[in-house]
């Protein structure tokens, strides 16, 4: 494979990877945003008496829940995905290899990792939303009050679906980059020579100055790319500092 195949190869690859995180993020706002009109909904329709907070706490439960569940199992698929997309780069270099192993010990190790930040997720809201209706219906806020919270937490501020916009775009770019990294090692044992690169496709509003001035540059496969937050042996290592990794493409 000469060196411009494998810089197309990347770019196509990198490019799939790209319109996941974008479908996943737009399928989290989606989730939010029918959170949030479910919450809005019931608040304008209760009197806050105390059935009426029942119901609506016993409805953000559920739909905490139905938000997390349905999470989950996409998230799990871009993930899939990702590692599988991940793995074809390496495996380009000699049509040998074998990934089987590869798959059991990185997807299933790291997998896990995205799905405990949407249980966080889905906590974190459930507790900020029930504690507002209680605040409400004790008459320590007015329905009003309890409302715009709801607004700014899940629709007009934003927070929730930046966040969860995040988780996606971080965990599956995390997941192609750590099944490219270990497929790299293997290939090294057919390639032993093998190097290396950093690359960034640069023009992004949001690139970190730093990863676009990694661009071309190469190292031995167990020494570390320095940045100013800290190492990383790869984009998206986890363990690198979040402010290296977090939306990282």
């Known amino acids: 494979m000469t060196a411009a195949e494998a810089r197309k190869l990347y770019k196509n690859t990198l490019a799939q990877v790209d319109h996941l995180d974008h479908s996943g993020a737009a399928a989290a706002l989606k989730l939010l945003a029918d959170l949030r009109d479910y919450v809005e909904r019931e608040f304008s329709r209760s009197d806050w008496a105390s059935h009426r907070a ?15 569940d349905r999470y989950w199992g996409e998230l799990q698929g871009w993930q899939k995905t990702a590692f599988e997309l991940g793995l074809s780069l390496p495996g380009a270099f000699d049509s040998g290899i ?37 605040l409400a219906t004790t008459g320590a806020e007015t329905p009003a009050q309890a409302m715009q919270f ?17 988780i996606v775009t971080t965990e599956v770019g995390r997941n192609f980059s750590i099944a490219n990294y270990l497929g790299l090692k293997q290939a090294q044992e057919v390639v032993p020579e093998l190097l ?43 363990d690198g500092d979040p402010g290296e990794t977090i939306n990282c493409h």
Do not use: C
Not at 54 to 68: H, N, P, S, Y
Not at 150 to 166: F, Y
Not at 206 to 218: D, F, I, Q, W, Y
């Open 54 to 68: 029942g119901q609506l706490l016993t409805g953000i439960e559920k739909a905490t829940k139905d938000f997390r």
């Open 98 to 134: 074998s990934w089987a192993g590869i798959w059991r010990q990185g997807f299933e190790a790291y997998a896990d990792n995205g799905l405990h930040l949407i249980t966080d997720l889905s906590d974190d809201l459930r507790q900020a939303l029930k504690r507002e209706v209680l």
């Open 196 to 238: 290396k690169m950093w690359l960034h496709p640069g023009g992004g509003k949001t690139s970190r100055p730093e990863h676009v001035a990694m661009n071309g540059e190469t190292r031995e496969m167990d020494q570390p790319f320095d940045f100013s937050g800290g190492p990383l042996m790869y984009p998206q290592d986890p």
């Open 150 to 166: 709801v607004r700014d937490l899940l629709g007009g501020g934003r927070a929730a679906e930046a966040r969860a916009a995040a």
